[in-house]
């Protein structure tokens, strides 16, 4: 969503990044109650995560304050970043499945700093998601498949959505006291995620997650090096 309102209607990066955030609390939250009602959801895990990106986010927000985000140097580096996440993702979303087999092959991380090790990985991704918007799914999703191999694929998607709403959520609060919301925006694009999560939902039984995941991957590397390579 925030290279699509960057570069196809230019808006400003923090307004993109901040506008981007508080659609994606909305309406990841409709990802809990579905996970929460399938038993979905570790609130252990939601809970490590929120430890260290919370903190972290409301930070990223501190920092911003202290800086011109209007500025070309800023706008620069948050396009810069920005582009960093899409093309990590990218790698994500492509060799998902492939980490998936191999952490259940062997433990990347001993069991004893597993905790520790998700709380620094909340860390990451409450700083990432606040100065980009990117890195609660699909990166957030490898790293925990990665920590946690004996765990459902889809606990941890679950889990990874609910940590997303509180996040998401505290990020586009801390960006809307920055004055980086576009709050028309903001309502159109919640009205156009209704019919389209209709017509994704039904789409998605009909195309092949394979080819999905690779079109998705191949758009991510593309934005991504336009914008670092800005």
């Given at each position: ?5 960057l570069i196809f209607f230019n ?185 389209g999560i209709y017509l994704g ?12 995941r690779i079109a998705l991957a ?13």
């Amino acid at each position: 969503m925030t290279p699509i309102l960057l570069i196809f209607f230019n808006v400003k990066a923090a307004v993109a990044v901040g506008t981007d955030l508080l659609y994606a609390s909305v309406t990841k939250s409709v990802g809990i109650f579905a996970h929460g009602k399938l038993g979905n959801i570790d609130w252990g895990i939601v809970k490590l995560l929120g430890f260290g990106s919370i903190p972290a986010s409301i930070a990223t927000i501190f920092f911003l304050k202290t800086i011109d985000i209007d500025s070309s140097d800023a706008i620069a580096t948050i396009k810069f970043w920005l582009g960093v996440a899409l093309i990590v993702t990218s790698v994500a979303v492509l060799f998902r499945n492939k980490l998936q087999q191999l952490s259940g092959k062997s433990h990347w991380v001993a069991p004893q700093y597993v905790p520790l090790a998700t709380v620094l990985l909340g860390v990451v991704l409450g700083a990432l998601v606040t100065l980009t918007s990117v890195g609660a799914g699909a990166l957030g999703v490898t790293a925990l498949v990665m920590l946690y191999p004996k765990e459902k694929i889809t606990t941890i998607v679950g889990s990874d959505i609910a940590h997303a709403v509180p996040l998401t959520l505290i990020a586009g609060l801390g960006h809307a006291s920055l004055g980086t919301i576009d709050y028309p925006l903001l309502g159109t694009l919640l009205i156009g995620s209704i019919p389209g999560i209709y017509l994704g939902s039904h789409m998605s039984s009909k195309v092949a997650e394979h080819w999905v995941r690779i079109a998705l991957a191949a758009i991510l590397i593309f934005v991504g090096l336009k914008l670092v390579l800005h």
